[in-house]
């Protein structure tokens, strides 16, 4: 157990709608990532916050957004959701370099 | 543009084998090496990882080499067991100055397989 919790495990949306995934980091890491698993595109960074402020981006789609609050769990809102979203959703944190991943939530969009 | 190619996309071992994974990236500015190990239906772990000033790193069983002219490292795990049956994933990063580090460029990944 990475000590990383995502919520929830599981999510099955239709096509056009809105989800929100949560995440909240190790006790005491302030960075949060979001990483987006396939089987075509593989683990992909998507972006990444530091004490409730975006540090980097990666292959995020603008239709994608993230956030980090100030008691530091982040939350990764995906709209208009297509066909090809489906994936695997991870979390990462880190207090210094070494990525601890959550057990991620499987998105399905039918 | 693949900035980090894994090899093989998938091994089978006999039990006791030495399995090698390896990879190659193209961005020099990449100073962080990590390997991950991912189970069905869980999250990468954090396996074992390395810098580029080091060419060899050992942790138990694992042991990661770097050749920084080439621009590849891989992995190696001794007395292999049924229970390293996973997805290994190797990747690439650059770290921040004052501490921290970029989002992760990960390979595509190798089904392992040991066999009893």
């Known amino acids: 157990d990475s000590g990383v919790t995502q919520t929830p495990k599981h999510l099955i949306t239709a096509t056009g709608q809105r989800v929100t995934l949560r995440c909240s980091p190790r006790s005491g890491d302030l960075s949060v990532y979001w990483y987006q698993q396939s089987l075509d595109q593989g683990l992909q960074f998507l972006i990444q916050?530091?004490?409730?402020?975006?540090?980097a981006k990666g292959n995020i789609l603008e239709r994608f957004s993230a956030q980090q609050f100030p008691d530091l769990h982040s939350e990764l809102n995906l709209s208009s959701l297509e066909l090809g979203d489906s994936a695997l959703y991870f979390c990462a944190s880190s207090v210094a370099h070494e990525q601890f991943f959550g057990p991620g939530t499987r998105l399905t969009v039918l | 543009q693949q900035q980090v190619k894994q090899s093989p996309q998938s091994l089978i071992v006999q039990k006791g084998g030495i399995p090698i994974i390896n990879c190659a990236y193209e961005n020099t500015a990449f100073d962080y090496f990590p390997w991950y190990q991912q189970f069905p239906g869980k999250g990468p772990a954090l396996l074992i990882a390395?810098?580029?000033?080091?060419s060899e790193k050992k942790e138990g069983r694992f042991t990661i080499s770097f050749n920084k002219s080439a621009k590849q490292f891989s992995l190696h795990i001794m007395d292999s067991q049924p229970g390293d049956s996973a997805t290994y994933f190797c990747?690439?990063?650059?770290?921040?100055?004052?501490?921290?580090?970029?989002?992760?460029?990960f390979g595509k990944g190798t089904h392992l397989i040991i066999q009893p």
């Open positions: 916050y530091y004490n409730g402020e975006e540090r």
């Open positions: 990747a690439a990063g650059l770290m921040y100055s004052g501490g921290g580090a970029d989002g992760l460029t």
């Open positions: 390395i810098r580029p000033d080091v």
